[in-house]
């Protein structure tokens, strides 16, 4: 069984430029989070996305956007691109709906970003 | 808003236990969570807590709950340097499962 996959490992852009990350969730979750991980921070949550709605978004800008497809897969998409963005991307799959307390959040390896 | 404080270094022995201390404000946590990130690695569920939870053991793994000081303790049994790593604790905001709020994390170094 797969786990959240993500791609591509490293990126690196210059600033004003656009990317698009790729997450793939784990088997049988139908809903993905993103969340932003700078150096020496904890993440932050981005938003997340279920049936092919953003559902939920936390402090970032619009050049953040993100799209689900009908597979459940997902992207971020960051516009005109800030030395602040450098950061590792961490994607995370659950299942919807869920009420027991086995139900929870499983993180990819990331994406790192670097942009010059 | 809501927030999760935690140490940010911890330095053990090998065979010491470590006992990791986090400190959140939501006090409609549902459920909280520690997590351990490797470096170059995405983050690993090492454990979670229901919020009417005292107390939960998971092997090695010890969580204390004190949810009127809105304290949570990740203790580890004999710790060894494979448990060497940054340790984050989470909240949920009260059950969402979208929306955690990480703290910064501990690095947790484990000497021989």
């Known amino acids: 069984d797969a786990g959240v996959t993500q791609s591509p490992t490293h990126l690196i852009k210059t600033r004003g430029q656009q990317v698009t990350l790729r997450c793939s969730p784990k088997s049988g979750h139908d809903t993905v989070s993103w969340y932003q991980q700078a150096l020496g921070q904890g993440p932050q949550f981005i938003f997340q996305y279920y049936e092919e709605e953003e559902r939920q978004r936390g402090n970032f800008p619009d050049r953040f956007s993100g799209h689900q497809f009908p597979n459940y897969s997902s992207e971020l998409n960051v516009n005109a691109l800030l030395l602040g963005d450098s950061a590792l991307y961490l994607c995370?799959?659950?299942?919807?709906?869920?009420?027991?307390?086995?139900?929870?959040?499983?993180f990819g390896p990331g994406t790192r970003l670097t942009v010059l | 808003g809501e927030d999760v404080e935690q140490s940010l270094f911890l330095s053990v022995r090998e065979g010491d236990s470590s006992v990791i201390n986090c400190t959140y404000t939501d006090s409609s946590s549902t459920y909280l969570y520690w997590y351990k990130q490797e470096p170059g690695a995405g983050l690993q569920l090492l454990t979670y807590i229901f919020s009417n939870m005292d107390m939960k053991q998971d092997q090695r793994l010890t969580v204390l709950l004190n949810k009127k000081d809105k304290h949570l303790s990740l203790r580890i049994a004999d710790t060894q340097t494979g448990d060497s790593a940054i340790y984050f604790c989470a909240s949920d905001y009260g059950g969402s499962q979208g929306n955690l709020i990480f703290g910064k994390g501990t690095k947790l170094s484990v000497k021989p």
């Open positions: 995370a799959s659950t299942e919807a709906g869920l009420t027991t307390f086995t139900d929870t959040q499983y």
